[in-house]
């Protein structure tokens, strides 16, 4: 057997890519209604136009790191930033040694080292109180992926606050802290591009994506079409005239409730099983597995270990990186495997990277080193088109994108309007921005996708636009978006 054939069920073809779409439309309306687990509706009714003014205090929990940083508002779609600082979270405090309340005593201490800098180089504020915009990696802690292990449904709002409030007191005697917003990555990424964005009738923001450790999108939907219990459950930060409110959900894609459309399509291959049953969680966030940059490297590496042993080469005699779980870092995809270096630099790469064991006759040449390349950019082609399907069933779930047959009456008005529909995804994540050839094909397939399921009688383009910094400055807008709403139009928060 060829390798083409051998990682033949990696590949999403054109005729199949428009079915998965619609099969992932229908699946998330039905989690919209029924999940408790996904499709999550947010207290976010009212997003930042750009206008908004004051300096906000913002941390950013994300997989890996913390950032906690000043983000200064100015009022004309513009930011100024001061006083950042990253920390990497390690593994001692990431599983908090079965408290949750240890992460957030660390995260407490990494924002008053921030806050202390700033009140030496400038006067306390006469009000003495600052605003805390927080963004982590899930919108709740009753279940993470990531290595965190948390107790179940903490108030994180009491946690953050725990976690600084000693600073306030002798001898540091920090200001205190008003937390205005909580949000997600993918809602931060959101909120900040609709900052800076200039939204008309006919082009606007529709969705946050994130392609990093993990995998996960906000999008904008009516919130009569969700469950009752999603409904009561929120707390609305302004109040609206509007007959149908559209608040911000969270869709959390990536956990179990929408793999059914992917695994009927036969997508879910030996590899993604075996890695779903030794994971932390099996059944979890299979759609992470396939697709977060936490897991590509993985998936690469149990390819390469199956075909090479598959073809007579004693496992024993083989790397230890393609013998060891998470042995072969989706980095090294990124850098080396994914590349478009020369056969023989490839060669000598992998040659000097990763060695055979002592005293065996196996051996990298050329046709093994471009095996390694094919496999790296199957599975990172695989990921960018499973979530390019993503991106268009989720934007038909919302009503953003309208297909040839959407009679809703939403897709009327748009029909009726004769206007160019211009749907903005802001996206940010070390996958999609920094693989070889990730962007390229998520764009070239999102492109494919609108064009083939597009209402005929209505021009839709998707335009993907990167968000530095997403996490972080989208935590000051979402806070600065919350304390500048008119207190008159404040809803119960």
Known sequence: MSFEEFIAPLQLTDKLLPRLSLALAGTYKTLAENSSEQFLATPVNVL?????????????????NLRVGFVDLLGDSTISRSYDRSWRIEDDVRTGVGQASSLFDWIGDRIAEVVAARQRNMRRDSHGQDDLGATISNATLMKLGKGFRMPGDPNLGRLILQGYSKHTQPPLSLPRIHIAAITNDSLA???????????????????????????????????????????????LP????????????????????????????????KWDEQLDREGDDPGFMPFEYM???????EIVRRILLDYFTQQGAPQASLPRQLCEKFGLHTNYLSDVLGTDISTQELLSRVREDLKPSN?????WDEAKAEIARKAARAVQRRSSHLVAAAVLGSLICAGDFVCANDTSQRAQVKLKSGMEQE????YTGGVIAQFPHYLEDITRAI???ATKLSHPDLKQTIELSEVRNGGVIGAGVMAGTV????KHRRGSL
Do not use: C
């Open 48 to 64: 930042p136009n750009g206008s908004e003014r004051g300096r906000m205090l913002a941390i950013d929990v994300g997989g890996s």
């Open 189 to 235: 990424t959101l909120a900040s591009i609709a900052y800076e964005s200039h939204p008309t009738a006919n082009r606007r923001v529709v969705m946050g994506l994130i392609m990093g450790t993990g995998s996960n999108a906000a999008i904008i939907m009516d919130l009569d079409t969700l469950a009752k219990f999603k409904q009561e459950s929120i707390e």
């Open 238 to 269: 302004a109040i609206t005239d509007d007959e149908h409110t559209q608040i911000v959900i969270n869709t959390e894609w990536s956990i179990k409730g929408s793999i059914g459309p992917i695994r009927d399509a036969g997508l879910v291959t």
């Open 291 to 297: 697709t977060g940059g936490r897991y590509l490297g």
């Open 359 to 363: 005293g065996t006759e196996w051996t």
């Open 423 to 426: 749907l903005i995804v802001a």
């Open 447 to 449: 492109t494919a996708l």
């Open 483 to 486: 304390w500048n709403i008119p």
